[in-house]
C-alpha cells in the first residue's frame, strides 16, 4: 500500500527528492538511490524478510559477519563504509559521517560548501559511490569478482570524470585532477 503513496503523502520523501536527481547521472542510477531512500533495495535483509531466502543467509557479502541491511552496506560495513572516508580523502574534504542514510548524503553534498557547482560535483560524487558500491556487491554474490577499496576508489575516479565529460564536450580535467 505505501508504494502507491505519492511523495505529497510522504513529506520526508519529498525533502529528499533532491538527494536523487542530477542532471549528469542516468536515470537507472537515479532510480538506484530512489529505491535506496525508500528502503526499496533486494538487500538479504530486506529479502529475509519476505521470506525469499532464509533468516541464516543474511550475512554481508563482504564477510564482515553482519546482517546486510542498507545502513550496514551502505554506511558500516567495515569494507564498503571505508570507501567513504577515502573519497573524502581524494576529495581533501574533513568530516564525519551521519549514521542515517538520507542525512549522510545531506551531509556529503554539502560538505562542498556553498557554491552550487561544488555541491552538483559532490551530489554526482555521492550518487556514484553507492552506485559503485551496489555493484562490487552484486559482483561478490553473482560474478565471484571482488575489487580491492583502491579500485573501488579508482572506479569513483574514472566514472566521475566520464559521466563529466559525457555533458561538457570541452572539459579540462583528466583523471588525475
Known sequence: MDDLLTMQDQPHLHQNSELIWHK?????????????????????ENLAKRGIISVD???CCAGCEHAEDLKHVFLIC???GALWPLVRAWLRIEGVESQVISDHFSQF???????KSRRSFFHLISLLCVWIIWNDQNDRLFRNKQSSLPQLLD???SYSLWWLKANNVIFGFGIHS
Not at 24 to 44: A, C, E, G, M, Y
Not at 109 to 115: E, F, N
Open 109 to 115: 553534498i554539502y560538505y562542498a560548501g556553498v557554491l
Open 155 to 157: 572506479k569513483v575516479k
Open 78 to 80: 567495515p569494507y564498503y
Open 24 to 44: 549528469q547521472v542516468s536515470l537507472n542510477v537515479s532510480i538506484f538511490p530512489w529505491r535506496l531512500l525508500r528502503d526499496r533495495l533486494p538487500t538479504k
Open 57 to 59: 543467509s543474511r550475512m
